[in-house]
C-alpha cells in the first residue's frame, strides 16, 4: 500500500513603478506500487490475496499581483498524478501455481487479485494586476494518467472451489479553478486558460493551448526588460 500527499503554496506581491510579478508551481507525483507473486507455489484452503492499494493528492494555492504605473501579473501551475498500481500473479523462473493440491480443496476457497487507485487533485490560480496600464495571466493545467492492473499471467496455474476474483478499480477527481483579472487607467489585459486531463497525456490541442499561454505569460512577464 502507499499514499502520498503534496501541498503547494506560492505567491508574489510585487509594486513600485513597474509592478512585476510570477508565481510558478509544478508539483508531481510518480510513484508504483505493486503487491505480486511470481514463480510461487500456494495453497490455502480460505482466501488466498494479492492486493495493491495507492492513493494520491495535490493540492496547490497559487497568486500573484502585480501593482504599479505598469503593472504586470503571472502565475502558472502545472499538476500531474502519473503513477502505476500493479496487483499480479505470474511466473518467474517457474509457474505460479495456486491451490493446485487437493488436500486444501474446500467450498470457500477464493483466489483474489484486485488493484485499487483513488487520486484527487485541487489546483487554485489566480492572479492580479493593477496600474495605468494592468496585465494578468494565470495558466492552470491539471492532469492524472494513472494505470492500474490486476492480472493473471498466461503461465500462471490458479484454482479456486469458490471464486477467482481479477478486479482492478480506480477513483479520480481534480477540481480546478482558474482567474485572472487586471485593471487600468489606460489599458487592461487578461487572460486565463484552464486544462484538465484524465486517463491519458494531454493531446494536441490542450499541450498548445498551455503551451501558448505560458510563452504569453513570459512575454507580459518579461516586457519591460527587467
Known amino acids: 500500500n502507499s499514499g502520498t500527499a503534496l501541498d503547494a503554496f506560492a505567491g508574489v506581491i510585487a509594486g513600485g513603478a513597474a509592478g512585476l510579478g510570477a508565481s510558478i508551481s509544478v508539483p508531481s507525483i510518480t510513484n508504483t506500487t505493486t503487491a505480486r507473486m511470481?514463480?510461487?507455489?500456494?495453497?490455502?484452503?480460505?482466501?488466498?490475496?494479492?492486493?495493491?492499494?495507492?492513493?494520491?493528492t495535490i493540492t496547490v494555492t497559487l497568486g500573484t499581483a502585480g501593482l504599479g504605473l505598469l503593472g504586470v501579473a503571472g502565475s502558472i501551475g502545472v499538476a500531474s498524478i502519473n503513477c502505476t498500481t500493479n496487483a499480479l500473479i505470474n511466473a518467474g523462473s517457474r509457474n505460479s501455481q495456486v491451490n493446485q493440491n487437493p488436500a486444501y480443496a474446500s467450498?470457500?476457497?477464493?483466489?483474489?487479485?484486485?488493484?485499487?487507485?483513488?487520486?484527487g487533485m485541487a489546483?487554485?490560480?489566480?492572479?492580479?494586476?493593477?496600474?495605468?496600464?494592468?496585465?494578468?495571466?494565470?495558466?492552470n493545467v491539471a492532469?492524472?494518467?494513472n494505470q492500474v492492473n490486476a492480472t493473471i499471467g498466461s503461465n500462471g496455474v490458479v484454482s479456486?472451489?469458490?471464486?477467482v476474483v481479477v478486479k482492478a478499480d480506480s477513483t479520480w477527481d481534480i477540481d480546478a479553478f482558474t482567474v485572472a483579472f487586471s485593471g487600468?487607467?489606460?489599458?487592461?489585459?487578461?487572460?486565463?486558460v484552464g486544462v484538465v486531463r484524465i486517463?491519458?497525456?494531454?493531446?494536441?490541442?490542450?499541450?498548445?493551448?498551455?503551451?501558448?499561454?505560458?510563452?504569453?505569460?513570459?512575454?507580459?512577464?518579461?516586457m519591460s526588460g527587467g
Open 38 to 56: 511470481t514463480g510461487a507455489v500456494s495453497n490455502g484452503g480460505r482466501t488466498t490475496e494479492v492486493r495493491a492499494s495507492s492513493s494520491e
Open 107 to 119: 467450498s470457500i476457497q477464493d483466489v483474489t487479485v484486485t488493484a485499487t487507485d483513488v487520486a
Open 123 to 139: 489546483t487554485n490560480v489566480g492572479s492580479v494586476a493593477g496600474g495605468a496600464v494592468g496585465v494578468g495571466v494565470a495558466v
Open 143 to 145: 492532469s492524472i494518467t
Open 160 to 163: 479456486a472451489g469458490r471464486d
Open 184 to 192: 487600468g487607467l489606460l489599458a487592461a489585459i487578461n487572460g486565463s
Open 199 to 222: 486517463g491519458g497525456a494531454l493531446d494536441g490541442d490542450g499541450a498548445n493551448e498551455a503551451n501558448n499561454m505560458e510563452n504569453d505569460a513570459n512575454s507580459e512577464i518579461n
